[in-house]
């Protein structure tokens, strides 16, 4: 069965809680929880990992890659300026849609700079938590093509 990797990177454990009004209410299990229900529907198996260190995210999208399938990232704030993230990313061998639940375009100047997004073929931006089930059906668009 093929595989979607979901990673998400710092502080985004803290979802539910962290910054509401801009994060939405829903927490990480609750996206992770739904997202699986989600790949089941479309015939995919979903891995998640989340972790707030860099070297740690590194690893995952690594693992990711030699299993196959993939990738579905919310780098969190490393999509900032993490040259490590960008680089293993593009090592990635299958599909990588990088997700941001906010809209870092509407937002302070620097989180529009997005080094890791280089190595995506495809960001999601501004949708809320729903980003990461349009990032879903798109990889598994993307794997199928
Ligand atoms: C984020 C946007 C980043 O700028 C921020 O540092 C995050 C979350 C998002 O999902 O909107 O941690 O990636």
Do not use: K, W
């Not at 891995?47 to 693992?63: N, W």
């Not at 704030?77 to 941001?100: K, M, Q, R, T």
């Not at 990461?132 to 093509?145: D, F, G, K, Q, T």
């Amino acid at each position: 069965m093929l595989e979607i990797a979901l990673i998400n990177g710092p502080n985004l454990a803290l979802l539910g809680r962290r910054e509401p009004e801009i994060y939405g209410d829903e927490t990480l299990a609750g996206i992770v929880s739904r997202l699986s229900a989600e790949a089941e529907g479309l015939g995919v198996r979903l891995s998640a990992f989340q972790s707030d260190v860099e070297g740690e995210l590194v690893r995952a999208v690594g693992e990711a890659g030699e299993r196959g399938g993939g990738l579905i990232i919310n780098p969190g704030a490393y999509s900032h300026g993490s040259i490590a993230i960008l680089d293993a990313l593009n090592a990635f061998p299958g599909p990588v849609i990088e997700v941001h639940i906010s809209n870092v375009h509407r937002r302070e100047p620097f989180r529009r700079r997005l080094v890791t997004a280089m190595g995506a073929d495809a960001v999601i931006s501004g949708a809320g938590p729903m980003g990461y089930s349009l990032a879903l059906s798109l990889a598994v668009n993307l794997l199928r093509r």
